[in-house]
């Protein structure tokens, strides 16, 4: 699914040259849930938007789902990332006078899918994540967890294999946490593959494996 070969990522502001990723190797096969556990400015935020499709790198390989994606223009890149993986991030992010409904709905309607199959689409995830009778509440009427299931619905919406969470339950008290990661579980169960940045050993217990990042580079594989 997800084939990294000796991956690098500069990033150059004015003169200045900085090496966030230094030659990373990383594979994920289809249906793995793993944890990527590193210290602050590691390069764990640099890495998923590599992975997902929201930046290039500087150099090596990425190969997702057997094509190598690393040189794609802009535009290729953002067809890929529509199709293939889905975002959640620790804010959020959600749109604040948009309902939950449209929330959700959102990214269907900028792949332009029809009325029906949007409507169809959106009940199902709601219903799923268990919010089906809060859809037309907003935001801020929801609680943390319940704003984070919204957004994981909206991440699912263009049903893409790959799940990318960085530092998902890091807004949320440990219950609502529990509620996430056990979504996660069985999102993961039923076929998708995820990838969640954690600083918290007790939630990367929750993926079957955890990588480890240090200084760019990847440290241990448990
Ligand atoms: N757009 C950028 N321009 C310059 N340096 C950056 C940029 N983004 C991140 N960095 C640097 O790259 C390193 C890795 O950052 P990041 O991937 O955000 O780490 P993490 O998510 O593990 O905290 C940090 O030293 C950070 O300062
Ligand atoms: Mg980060």
Redesign the pocket.
């Known amino acids: 699914m997800i084939d990294m070969r000796n991956l690098k990522k500069v ?1 150059k ?1 004015g003169s200045i040259e ?1 090496e ?1 990723l230094k030659g990373v190797f990383l594979k994920i096969e289809k249906g793995e849930f793993v944890s990527l556990m ?1 210290p ?8 998923m938007n590599i992975i997902g499709c929201l930046d290039t790198p500087t150099g090596g390989s990425y190969y997702l789902e057997g094509r190598d994606v690393s040189g794609l223009t802009f535009d290729q890149l953002s067809e890929v990332r529509n199709q293939k993986v889905g975002f959640v991030f620790q804010s959020f992010n959600l749109l604040p006078y948009a309902t939950a409904y449209e929330n959700v709905e959102l990214p269907m309607l900028y792949n332009g899918k029809k009325a029906p199959e949007r409507r169809q689409r959106v009940d199902e995830l709601l219903t799923m994540v268990g919010l089906y009778d809060w859809r037309k509440h907003r935001p801020t009427e929801l609680s943390g967890g319940q704003q984070q299931r919204v957004a994981i619905a909206r991440a699912l919406a263009m049903d893409p294999p790959i799940l990318l969470a960085d530092e998902p339950t890091g807004n949320l008290d440990s219950k609502s946490g529990e509620e996430i990661l056990d979504l996660f579980t069985s999102l993961w169960k039923a076929g998708r593959t995820i990838l969640m940045v954690t600083h918290d050993t007790k939630i990367a217990a929750y993926s079957q494996r955890t990588v480890h990042i240090l200084d760019g580079k990847m440290e241990a594989d448990i």
């Open positions: 990033y502001t900085f966030a590193g602050s400015g590691s390069g764990k935020s640099t890495l």
